[in-house]
């Protein structure tokens, strides 16, 4: 071998070596940068899926509590119209008492504003067919009583398969926190 090969072999092997610790520590850091990203994506993913189902589930309760008031105010109005057939011969024809109204007006408002609130489409368009339903006998006015009982007896199972569709996504939640 000639010289120059003997004193250039040396610093060759150093540089080689050198250039193959730093493209090893390269590709060492870029992997563990990688794995970092994907445990901070997956915290990240965590907590927007922990908002997302506490607001879910904090609306949903709320509206399932809105839905009974709703239901259960639509039913004193219902009975009040039902008395009033009694005497006139018609339904809903007289004012309700004082406050009745009120009342259920402002446990629809309560409702419609906890139905915009639902994050899943099918869910809120059944909240709102219940709710709608609810109202419906209350605008029969003059209407025979046994067609505004079955109005109101339609309302009452929209109102009964809403809340139960409410609970099981309630559960839903509650099952995918504890997984």
């Not at 193959?20 to 060492?28: A, H, K, N, V, W």
């Not at 709703?70 to 004012?95: C, I, K, N, P, W």
Request: charged share 25%; aromatic share 6%; no cysteine.
């Amino acid at each position: 071998m000639p010289a120059w090969f003997n004193s250039l072999w040396p610093v060759a092997t150093f540089i080689l070596g050198l250039a193959s610790t730093y493209l090893l520590s390269f590709i060492t850091e870029k992997r563990q940068i990688a794995r970092e990203a994907k445990v901070l994506q997956a915290e990240r993913d965590k907590v927007i899926t922990d908002r997302r189902e506490t607001f879910e589930l904090d609306h949903l309760v709320r509206l399932n509590e809105a839905l009974q008031d709703l239901a259960r105010v639509a039913a004193q109005v219902h009975l009040v119209d039902m008395r009033t057939s009694e005497e006139t011969g018609h339904y809903a024809g007289t004012f309700l008492p004082d406050g009745l109204s009120d009342n259920f007006m402002q446990a629809g408002r309560t409702v419609r504003m906890l139905q915009n609130l639902i994050l899943a489409n099918d869910l809120r368009a059944q909240v709102a067919e219940a709710a709608d339903a609810l109202h419906r006998p209350s605008m029969m006015l003059r209407a025979e009583t046994m067609e505004a009982q079955q109005v109101f007896n339609e309302a009452a199972d929209l109102v009964d398969a809403a809340q139960e569709a409410v609970a099981r996504r309630i559960r839903e939640i509650y099952a995918s926190a504890e997984a």
